[in-house]
T-cell receptor, first 113, second 112 residues
Framework: DADVTQTPRNRITKTGKRIMLECSQT?????MYWYRQDPGLGLRLIYY???????NKGEISDGYSVSRQAQAKFSLSLESAIPNQTALYFC????????????FGPGTRLTVL | GENVEQHPSTLSVQEGDSAVIKCTYS??????FPWYKQELGKRPQLIID?????GEKKDQRIAVTLNKTAKHFSLHITETQPEDSAVYFC???????????FGAGTRLTVKP
């Protein structure tokens, strides 16, 4: 869905580096999410936000932080990246008035060496 | 928290046959059960969902059934086509929070 974009699409970094993944949406949705996908584990929720002033931890928030800069922007940070954070990261958005269906971005493939 | 188990992990069918993927969940507070399809290298996309106030929902060749008592729900794809080949994920979300939990996925291959 072109209305949800993620940058960068691919990133290789080294252990201990700080990295930020960004998500933007033009769908006008209030709710935004960050997931990580690992082979054989499905999608796991890291953080979610229902509006600019609302941030909630998901299933696996340790080692991550987020910032909701505006309704349309939700960033995920790894303060000190470690190799087991190598994964495919997806941002998603939803609108509670639309049955809360989640729309995913194209994903960011992150490799931590 | 919620725990979702999905079976089988891989499924291979002949074109035209039916495919069934099953999921179980643990939290009786879960009331929303979506299914996502993820083609190779693409993002997950919702294909069908069901809420706990109904037992079955159908959309053309795709149907989902829900058994709240047994805490399981299933995806049924009839008259499978090669373009149905993908990884399918089930998920469950409790009504009292937004922490959606996904199954590990099923890789469906439809052989022509």
């Amino acid at each position: 869905d072109a209305d949800v974009t993620q940058t960068p699409r691919n990133r290789i970094t080294k252990t201990g580096k700080r990295i930020m993944l960004e998500c933007s949406q033009t769908k006008g949705h209030d709710r935004m999410y960050w997931y990580r996908q690992d082979p054989g584990l499905g999608l796991r929720l890291i953080y979610y936000s229902f509006d600019v002033k609302d941030i909630n931890k998901g299933e696996i928030s340790d080692g991550y932080s987020v910032s909701r800069q505006a309704q349309a922007k939700f960033s995920l940070s790894l303060e000190s990246a470690i190799p087991n954070q190598t994964a495919l990261y997806f941002c998603a958005t939803s609108d509670a008035g639309d049955g809360d269906t989640q729309y995913f971005g194209p994903g960011t493939r992150l490799t931590v060496l | 928290g919620e725990n979702v188990e999905q079976h089988p992990s891989t499924l291979s069918v002949q074109e035209g046959d039916s495919a069934v993927i099953k999921c179980t969940y643990s939290d009786s507070a879960s009331n929303y059960f979506p299914w996502y399809k993820q083609e190779l290298g693409k993002r997950p996309q919702l294909i069908i969902d069901i809420r706990s106030n109904v037992g079955e929902k159908k959309d053309q060749r795709i149907a989902v059934t829900l058994n709240k008592t047994a805490k399981h729900f299933s995806l049924h794809i009839t008259e499978t086509q090669p373009e149905d080949s993908a990884v399918y994920f089930c998920a469950a979300r409790p009504y009292n929070n937004n922490d959606m939990r996904f199954g590990a996925g099923t890789r469906l291959t439809v052989k022509p």
